[in-house]
Structure formats: structure tokens, C-alpha cells
């Protein structure tokens, strides 16, 4: 460990963090360029295979950043698409970012720091940033935003040179230190764990732009909500945003203890994949999933969803704009399962749904999920930790889908637990409530 670590892990006071050195390099989970055809003809690209985890060269810092000692990060299934190299490898990102020059130059390097999570304490801040200081405890938004671009000022996820930190830009949170602008900075919770407070910004504020940000759904009191992997990361906070707005959550899971823990979470309907019968992306099977589908909701609920939230891809894309109701919406953040989606358009067109594309959350959206999560309104969705050195097997989970909500991943964090400072609030809220997942 180096020096800075040591004072950071310590508790040193912000005047001595602020004279440690920085140290050269720093351990990080990590691909490299050279590795990039490695699983040409494989069937299982194993991303155990492609992720490193050594020392990396400790970038210089921009005006507009800060250095971050991470304490602890959290898995995305963007880090598998890096890891896998498709559907491109994540290299051309960072070459096309590299390529507007000045400061972008660092992010072209023949290896890509993973990770779009991160809780930790910063270290250094450069010459422009304004409203954080060294020896504050933060969390990492993902957007990473061009504040020169107009319409970025109109909604941060608008804008062409808005990037998924940690995918399309380099120097990202599954590491001993990240690299952030001060324009993706959130306070952390007080009364959650280093683990706890990583593994919410990317996911939960995807949901929340995508269910209850002016931007995506606009879901009402009472509007029947039909959420695929309710107990992922994503749909594991859009079950608790639709229930805590006065919705009608309805989940759909994959086995006996994903359907417990949806119900934990507040699922009024939990439905099994395996009453739906076989699912594919073939219109006649699409079809009659749909029936299905449809019927096993309106036995529980009397209708059908007025709003479906859609990041399966391909497989349930097509059943996803069958079952929403007359005048629904399906509103889509991803396509895990495969991008050319297959639909018959005469359950669009002529029963007048809507289909949104949502990505991400601009910093307003974040910092009102982060207010949400601070009062205690919104639960963490880890479900296990894994350390830095075991990122591969925590990737792997991730790839293979045998992991419920979201995957922590401790970094500079020598435990699990560590970075409460608001015990009475996590008492009074008590386990249940602040780490449902954590407590089956």
C-alpha cells in the first residue's frame, strides 16, 4: 500500500492527505489493447480471460477533476461488454475521444481502467474545481459531460460528447484511485458502507431518469408497471421507485429466490420467466409469450401495464411492446440479450404506445436519486463484495447472470461495513430497509 492509501485508509485529516504524495502508479482492473482479438471464434469469452488487475501509470489531473481514493466500486454489465471486446472493443472510444486533443489525449492508452462506480474520498482537486475540497467522502455519477456543449445545458445527457465514465472514457472507479470531473461528484451517504453508497449511481439513476425524470415515462399513482429482472440492479431500484410513487410494481425473475427477494423489495406481482413459457425474439412465439403474460397480469392486477421498463433487448423487446397497455409506454435503457430487436408495429401503431430511449441521468437527476438514498428512501441493491483482486469472478457473476441486484467491489476499503459516519440514521432505518439484499 502506498503512502497516500495508508493516510486515506487511517482517517488522516484533509491537510495531511493534501501533502502525501501521490503515488506513480496505482493497482487497477484493467483490459489492453493487445488482447483485443483474444476471443475471435470463442463461444464462452470468459471474462475472467481479459480483465488484469496490476499497476497502472497515475494520470495527470485536468482543471476541472479530481483524484479520488476509491474505497470501494460496484459491477455493470458494461464492464463485461469491455471485457469481451464487443460489440466493439471499448479502445475506439477512447481513441475518438483522444483525437479532440488538449486534455483527452489521456484518456488513448493501450489499456482502459474499467468501472463506472465508485465511492471513496478525494485527494486532489485541480485548479478549477470550486465546491469540493481534498478529504471529502463522495460518490461517482457516470455522466461524464462536456459543459462547453449547448445542449448540455439543456439536459447533460443530451449532449454528443456526453460518456459512460469508466466505458468511454478511461481512468474509471474499479481501482485504488479514479480520475472524475467535479461535475459528476455526489455526496455520499452517511449512513451507508463504502460498498453500499458505490453501487448505486449507475443504475439507480438510469431508473430513475427512465421512470420518473421529465425525460422518460412520467409514471403516475397507480400506473401498472411491468419491470423485467426485478431483482437486478436496474429493476431492483425500479421496483422501489414505482412503489414508493404510488405504482403498481410488477416483476418478472428467474427463480424461486429472486421472486423472494422481489417481494422483499416491494413487488406487489412477481411473475416466474418459466410461466411465461419459452421467450424468443420469433414474432409468433412473441405473440403468444405475450398472451401469456398479459393474462397472468390482468388475474393479478385487472389490467395491463401502462408502462413497461425494458433493458433485456431482443429476447423480451417484442413481448415488452405486445403487452403494454392501450396508450402505454415501453421505455428502454439497453439490450443485454442482443440489440436488433424484432416487433410486430401493429401493437404500436395501432393501440398508440410509445416507445422512449433513456440512457443514463444528468447530474440533476443523480443528485435527486442521491437525496433520495441519504434520506433513507431508496435501499442499496448489493447483494455481495467481492476485492479488487477477485474483479474477474465478480465480472464473471455479472456475465453469467447468477447474481442478484448489484456486485460490490472493495477497493482501497480493507472490509466490508467500513464508511458509516450516520449510525443513529442506519439504526433507525434499520438492516432490513438499508441493505435488503444483504439481509435475506
Known sequence: MDELSEAVVSGAAP?????????????????????????????????????RVGAVPMPELAPDEVLIAVMASAMNY?????????????FNFLRQYGNQGGWATRHDQPYHVLGSDASGVIVRVGAGVRNWKVGDPVVVATAHVDDQEPLTHHDGMMGAEQRAWGFETNFGGLANYAVARASQLLPKAAHLSWEEAACNP??????????????????????????????????????????????????????????????????????????????????????????RLGKLIRQEVGEDPQIVFEHVGRDTFGISVFVAARGGTVVTCGSSTGYAHNFDNRYLWMRMKRIIGSHGANLYEQWQVNRLL??????????????????????????????????????????????????????????DRVAPLRAR
Request: proline share 4%; aromatic share 4%; net charge negative.
Open 15 to 51: 491537510e495531511v492527505l493534501e501533502r502525501t504524495p501521490i503515488p506513480d502508479e496505482y493497482t487497477a482492473a484493467h483490459v489492453r489493447v493487445e488482447d483485443i482479438d483474444m476471443f475471435s471464434g470463442v463461444e464462452d469469452k470468459d471474462v475472467r480471460k481479459s480483465i
Open 78 to 90: 458494461n464492464t463485461v461488454w469491455s471485457a469481451i471486446f464487443e460489440p466493439l472493443p471499448t
Open 202 to 291: 449507475l443504475c439507480a439513476g438510469t431508473a430513475y431518469r427512465m421512470l420518473i425524470g421529465q425525460h422518460g415515462a412520467n409514471m403516475r399513482q397507480g400506473d401498472v408497471v411491468l419491470i423485467w429482472g426485478a431483482t437486478g440492479g436496474l429493476g431492483g431500484y425500479a421496483v422501489q421507485f414505482v412503489k414508493n410513487g404510488g405504482g403498481i410494481p410488477v416483476g418478472v425473475v428467474s427463480s424461486d429466490e429472486k421472486a423472494e427477494a422481489a417481494r422483499k423489495l416491494g413487488c406487489e406481482v412477481v411473475i416466474d420467466r418459466r410461466e411465461i413459457g419459452e421467450i424468443s425474439a420469433d414474432p409468433a412465439v412473441t405473440v403468444q409469450a405475450g398472451r
Open 374 to 431: 441519504q434520506r433513507g428512501r431508496i435501499a442499496p441493491m448489493l447483494s455481495a463484495v467481492y476485492g479488487l483482486d477477485q474483479v474477474g469472478e465478480a465480472a464473471r457473476a455479472i456475465q453469467s447472470n447468477t447474481h442478484i441486484g448489484k456486485v460490490g467491489v472493495l477497493c482501497q476499503a480493507p472490509r466490508a461495513g467500513l464508511g458509516v459516519t450516520d449510525q443513529g440514521l442506519r439504526a433507525r432505518l434499520g438492516e
